[in-house]
């Protein structure tokens, strides 16, 4: 059984940092990736990594995420750093196990950045 849990969400006020944690299980992940929706949006990536390292971030948090991975550990990250008001969103955690298909999602956390 394929799992995806994450972890770190919270409130934190505009400048501050937050990280996000995905235990996945179940299944060897190639790319894994962070995604974040809010009410009435579409659901967007974030930021992903594969197994090999690569990365791909979107513009709005280039500078300010690092997405990391623990292959042996099966666990993405999400360092967000200099958080503002508009990342606030639901942060779901993504892994495929192939390069097809939309892989699987986990049950998401809330992230609020607010005074």
């Known amino acids: 059984q394929v799992q995806l849990v994450e972890s770190g969400g919270g409130l934190v006020q505009p400048g501050g940092s937050l990280r996000l944690s995905c235990a996945a299980s179940?299944?060897?992940?190639?790319?894994m990736g962070w995604y974040r929706q809010t009410p009435g949006k579409q659901r967007e990536l974030v930021a992903a990594m594969t197994s090999g390292g690569s990365t791909n971030y979107a513009d709005s948090v280039k500078g300010r995420f690092t997405i990391s991975r623990d292959n042996a550990k099966n666990t993405l990250y999400l360092q967000m750093n200099d958080l503002k008001p508009e990342d606030t969103a639901v942060y779901y955690c993504?892994?495929?196990?192939?390069?097809w298909g939309s892989g699987y999602w986990g049950q998401g956390t809330q992230v609020t950045v607010s005074e």
């Open positions: 179940g299944s060897i992940f190639i790319t």
């Open positions: 993504n892994g495929k196990p192939t390069p």
